[in-house]
């Protein structure tokens, strides 16, 4: 008898430990893709020349941004950005034009962002004081992506890159949080270069609307391959506008090339989860002990 309740208390505490084992990774895993989720309010907020102190900050919600800012998109028309031309050749000039594919015909139509409505990006940025001329805004995403933009690129949009909007809206999915990716960074280009008419902005759209120090890559082992689809970020959650001088951000364009170039948003996911299952094993290899 005093064997058998011995037996069964061992057999219970074996039993408790990798339940709450399983529980924790449960709830780390819960934490992490809520990390991932859809975003339904923006904080944004303009910086001092420190970059540190605060001059001014705000807090709105998609319900607010389509009450009292216009509106882009008309619900119909879909936007598409361009992935990378996997496209090689011997001649080192003639792969880069071939990859950068100013044509604009390659991997587009694969990159519908959706027929989506939003919000002007320059308009959230004047709620609390605007840009100027040399400063930067970095696009937040609740996962911990960032992707940074210039000034003239939000406030004087190249046609072929068009105005950037933070979208909460997308026409099989409806809002926010239903509209899963959102708010996302999409650019409205126009339709003036690709061959089937339709709003892309192409890898070489970019290519001539941005400073260097801005162009995307997608990387293969040592290959990079120009995209533009790395610009959308999803899950945005802060717009982060930053003090600089033209001075300054010509000093960055000139020493920016061979800078490492930073990992794809899900990339960014991906590690979030990865970190969460890892910190569940050692949870639970140290239950067991």
């Known amino acids: 008898m005093e064997r058998n309740l011995i037996y069964k208390r061992e057999t219970e505490k074996h039993t408790i430990l990798p339940r709450r084992c399983v529980l924790c990774i449960i709830c780390l895993l819960t934490l992490s893709l809520g990390a991932c989720a859809a975003t339904t309010s923006l904080n944004i907020v303009k910086y001092g020349g420190d970059g540190v102190t605060i001059l001014n ?8 941004m389509e009450q009292n800012l216009p509106v882009q998109g008309d619900g119909s028309t879909h936007y598409y950005h361009q992935g990378p031309v996997f496209r090689d050749d011997p001649d080192p000039a003639t792969q880069e034009m ?4 100013p044509p604009e015909d390659k991997n587009v139509q694969e990159k519908d962002m959706g027929a989506v409505k939003g919000t002007d990006l320059r308009d959230l940025c004047e709620l609390v004081g605007g840009m100027s ?19 003239r690129n939000v406030y004087f949009p190249h046609p072929g890159q068009g105005p950037l909007v933070v979208s909460w809206w997308k026409g099989d999915s409806g809002y926010v949080p239903d509209y899963r990716e ?14 089937w008419g339709i709003h892309a902005f192409g890898n070489w759209d970019w290519h001539e609307s941005a400073d260097e120090q801005f162009w995307y890559y997608y990387r293969q082992g040592d290959q990079k391959y120009p995209t533009t689809t790395g610009l959308s970020v999803q899950y945005i959650s802060d717009i982060l506008i930053y003090p600089g001088n033209p001075a300054h951000a010509e000093s960055q364009r000139t020493t920016a090339h061979n800078a490492p170039e930073a990992p794809t948003q899900a990339g960014f996911s991906f590690h979030v989860i990865m970190g969460a299952l890892a910190a569940g094993g050692f949870l639970a290899y140290n239950f067991k002990r």
């Open 182 to 195: 959102g708010m996302r960074l999409v650019f409205f280009a126009d339709t003036s270069t690709n061959p």
């Open 57 to 64: 900050e705000t807090s709105v919600t998609y319900e607010w």
């Open 98 to 101: 071939l990859r950068w594919n």
């Open 133 to 151: 001329p040399g400063d930067t805004v970095k696009i937040k995403a609740a996962d911990g992506f960032i992707k940074e933009f210039a000034y």
